[in-house]
């Protein structure tokens, strides 16, 4: 167990050479993940102070106003103490990495993502897929 301040959290994060793109963006959902159980415990007050500290970094059409009723409502309803879940969409069984020219890229099945991530997120999908589809792997290399 590490204790990172925001600037080597950051760093973290942003390792690009050690790894692949994958195991990056497990670093950004482990450092998230953390700062959300920090604050599973949080009160108005430090949302409020916590959403003060970061707003100058963000850029989004929502007010702050809309966003402390957000900590507010998350707060009063329990939503920190729900259990994280998470997944990459789409996962590396519905990819292929490659090259095309001298950019790394991902070919996803994105259909097969969506209908996935609703099973995660409901357990069950309205997303069907034919046997015989053609998808984006079926051109990957």
Same mark, same amino acid.
């Given at each position: ?6 600037? %080597?959290?950051? #760093?973290? +994060?942003? /390792? =690009? &050479?050690?790894?692949?793109? /994958?195991?990056? *963006?497990?670093?950004?959902? =482990?450092? /998230? *993940?953390? #700062?959300?159980?920090? %604050? ?17 970094? #963000? ?8 966003? /402390?009723t957000l ?9 920190? &103490? ?8 789409? *996962?590396?069984?519905? +990819?292929? $990495? !490659? ?8 070919i996803c099945?994105? @259909?097969? $993502? ?8 409901? !357990?069950?999908?309205? #997303? @069907?897929? &034919?046997?015989?589809?053609?998808? $984006? ?5």
């Amino acid at each position: 167990m590490n204790h990172l301040d925001g600037e %080597m959290a950051l #760093i973290f +994060c942003r /390792i =690009r &050479k050690l790894d692949s793109d /994958i195991n990056r *963006t497990v670093r950004q959902r =482990r450092v /998230i *993940t953390g #700062i959300m159980s920090s %604050m599973k415990n949080a009160n108005v007050t430090r949302l409020n102070n916590t959403l003060n500290a970061v707003l100058p970094y #963000i850029t989004t059409d929502m007010s702050k106003t809309e966003m /402390i009723t957000l900590a507010g409502n998350a707060v009063a309803g329990g939503w920190l &103490k729900y259990k994280i879940r998470q997944t990459p969409v789409a *996962t590396e069984k519905l +990819c292929s $990495a !490659g090259w095309a020219g001298s950019q790394w890229i991902w070919i996803c099945d994105y @259909e097969a $993502a969506a209908q996935e991530l609703q099973t995660m997120l409901y !357990g069950t999908t309205n #997303i @069907e897929l &034919k046997p015989d589809r053609t998808s $984006a792997l079926d051109f990957a290399s």
